[in-house]
C-alpha cells in the first residue's frame, strides 16, 4: 500500500514562492498578474495534500515544472497526477529546459489547454506519461509547438 503524502503546509508552500528555481521565476514572469489572456494563475499553491507550481483554479489547470529529480520519482508524480485528477484538475508536465529554452511554445501549450483546444493523449499514452508533439497556436510569443507530458481529468 502506498505511503500517504504529507499534508502541505502554508508554511512550507510560502517558503517555495521566496525561492523559486530559475525555471519557475521565468515562468511566473509569463504568468502572473493574468498576463496570460487574463486567466488567473497562483503559484505554490495547495491542492488537497500536494503543492503545486501552478494552478489557475476557475479552469482546474496545474502546471508542474519537472528538473531532474523528477526522473528518480516518476511513481511519486504519477501518484500526484492521479490524484489530481480524481478530483477534477488536468496536469500538465513541463521539464525545466522547456521553460528555459522554449517557453513560447509552454505558453502556446498552456493556452491551448486553458481554452480547451488541447487534445488530450490516446488513453494508452495517458497513463505512461509519454511525451508528445503538440500543434502551436497563434500567439505574440515565439514557439513552434512543445514537447510535453500532459495528463488531464475528464473535465475539459
Known sequence: MAAKPMPATKT??????KQPTDAEHLLWRELRNRLLNGFRFSRQVRVGPYICDFCCRSEKLVVELDGSQHALNESGDQRRTEWLKRNGYSV???????IVFERGAVLDTILAA???RLEPPHPT???AQLRFAVPSYP???RGEGAN???HRGDQP
Open 139 to 141: 500567439s505574440p510569443r
Open 125 to 127: 499514452q495517458a497513463s
Open 148 to 150: 510535453h507530458r500532459l
Open 12 to 17: 512550507l508552500a510560502r517558503q517555495m514562492r
Open 92 to 98: 500538465l508536465r513541463f521539464w525545466h529546459d522547456e
Open 114 to 116: 486553458l481554452e480547451g
